[in-house]
């Protein structure tokens, strides 16, 4: 407790926190309406946020119109260099903002701290980032003509978190996005907002020794009352979402209607393929660490195995002896792998989620208890789960959002195995373990996986910022983080100059006057 005590003072959390900051400045504290934010790791009550109002939303909203007209202006390199200057006071805060994450959201520290981590590498790659917005040159079919493009700011930008990933999701988007020009509005997950509220005293510290205007980055305290708002709002031209595909639904339906632009990062249900080729060693620690890192709350969280006949029997029985030893407990011990669930519903979403699955004719091989006991008071804690189970039941092909793992045997081709790893609505992660070319092209060719991710002997959880990231299908489409997932970001636009003294129309049309 005492050392909790510490990272929040550090971090400006107080027991009662603002509903938003337009950058600079921190407003509404003393609303009606507020939110307890208790740990998953032991159920303390960490701090009480007030919830931001459709009026607070509107403040923020007008403020960060204003700053855009500024930050606009603002050359990319320069801008870049304050993003820089971000990712320094995240170096000096990692390990209390780390502990935070963990706390909050119950992930174990390692990850806390590789969350903290990923913010500070996207900040480089948007410093680069910042000298490299270009667009192509073209030539021209008319003479003394010449014609290329230019990728200009958008304005503001609108992200909606999910609680999984509290911080470096919004650190994807907010550093790109900060870099093309735009200004930020964030709206994390409700369940998470204490390392919003963290971050957002980070970011105003770089602001002000700056002197930049108010409103560049700005934070909004809410539930999904206040991402409807922002997706219905003309004044956002691009909003980024990341959670449950039902969010996305409903938001790239708002937006659509709009006619803005989205970029949707929605649920995964994340397959490995375990071929007869496999290294088995190999497979085994990558399928171990996907499907229960986190406690099977990652996006890319390993949900389903594709094993070869074969194999089956072997990698079964060594996945059984593994998942009997997995060292369960408060996030922040150094010996636990495997923290909590975020909260009660996640836990009941689990236990529906395996007795649905065992009612369909699967066969529940281990895990699948809530613990309970002095260390797992807060009935969040339950033991990872392996399930025999077809690829074609109603729950194997949802996303549960908690450590469940499907075991499914595929005999004969590859393509068998494929087709069974495409099976499903979502298109996030997929993964091979095999030391055949023939098979690891065959899954990474046209006729291969349908994922945005398609790794081959590597698991699918997690992914390097330097990449594309996101997903097809009911995943929604969306890339953010690195390649050229920041064009979408910036509007294109394509210039012609003439620098003769005629004026040729198109298509050779004749036009006296
Ligand atoms: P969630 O959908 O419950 O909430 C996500 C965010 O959306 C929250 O901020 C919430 O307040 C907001 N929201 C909810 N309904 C909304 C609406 N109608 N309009 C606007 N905003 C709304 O998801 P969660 O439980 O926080 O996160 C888990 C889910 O997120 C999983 O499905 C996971 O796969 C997905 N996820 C995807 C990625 C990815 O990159 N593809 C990354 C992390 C998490």
């Keep these: 407790q005492q050392e909790i005590a510490t990272v929040l003072k550090q971090l400006g959390i107080k027991e009662s926190n603002p509903a938003y900051s337009t950058g600079l400045k921190w407003g509404g504290s003393n609303n009606k309406t507020t939110r307890d934010i208790y740990s998953p790791a032991d159920g303390n009550l960490i701090a009480t946020v007030n919830m931001a109002t459709a009026k607070d939303y509107e403040q923020v909203i007008t403020t960060a119109q204003e700053a855009f007209k500024t930050w606009r202006k603002v050359p990319a390199p320069k801008r870049g260099e304050i993003v820089r200057q971000v990712g320094e006071k995240l170096r000096e805060h990692k390990e209390a903002l780390g502990k935070l994450v963990s706390y909050e959201m119950g992930k174990i520290l390692q990850e806390g701290l590789g969350e903290v981590q990923e913010m500070i590498d996207i900040c480089d790659f948007a410093v680069g980032l910042s000298r490299q917005l270009h667009g192509f040159t073209m030539h021209s079919e008319r003479p003394q003509h010449r014609m290329y493009e230019q990728y200009h700011p958008l304005g503001i930008v609108g992200v909606i978190s999910a609680f999984n990933f509290p911080v470096a999701v919004w650190s994807w988007n907010a550093m790109l996005a900060a870099v093309c020009g735009d200004v930020i509005v964030w709206k994390p997950s409700e369940k998470t907002p204490l390392t919003a509220i963290a971050c957002q005293h980070i970011l105003r510290e770089v602001l002000a020794e700056n002197e930049l205007p108010e409103g560049i980055f700005n934070l909004v305290i809410g539930d999904a009352e206040i991402g409807s708002l922002m997706s219905k709002d003309t004044r956002v031209p691009l909003v980024s979402a990341t959670g449950s595909t039902r969010m996305g639904k409903k938001v790239g339906e708002a937006v659509g209607a709009r006619l803005g632009r989205s970029l949707l990062e929605l649920g995964g249900n994340n397959a490995i393929i375990v071929t007869e080729n496999a290294d088995l060693e190999m497979a085994l620690r990558a399928i171990v660490f996907g499907a229960v890192g986190t406690c099977g709350q990652r996006c890319t969280s390993t949900r389903r195995i594709i094993v070869h006949d074969t194999v089956y029997d072997q990698l079964k029985e060594r996945l059984l002896k593994v998942y009997d030893n997995l060292p369960i407990g408060h996030p922040l011990d150094s010996t636990t792998l495997v923290g909590p669930l975020i909260d009660k519903d996640a836990v009941n979403a689990f236990t529906n989620a395996l007795q649905e699955v065992q009612q369909e004719g699967g066969t529940l091989l281990i895990g699948g208890e809530i613990l309970s006991g002095e260390n797992y008071k807060t009935g969040t804690y339950v033991t990872p789960a392996i399930v025999e189970a077809e690829n074609h039941f109603e729950m194997v092909q949802e996303e549960t959002f908690a450590p469940i793992l499907y075991l499914i045997r595929y005999s004969g081709d590859v393509e068998n ?43 699918t959880s997690g992914a390097e910022i330097g990449g594309a990231f996101g997903g097809e299908k009911d995943t929604g489409g969306g890339r953010e983080s690195g390649s050229d997932a920041w064009r979408i970001y910036m509007r294109r636009q394509t210039n012609t100059i003439n620098y003769s003294r005629e004026m040729p129309l198109a298509q050779g049309i004749k036009f006296d006057i």
């Design 417 to 459: 195995a494929i087709e069974l790893q495409n099976g499903v609505k979502q298109g996030l992660s997929s993964s091979i373990f095999s030391t055949n070319l023939l098979e690891t092209e065959a899954f990474l060719s046209h006729w291969g996986s349908d994922c945005g991710i398609a790794n081959v002997n590597i698991g």
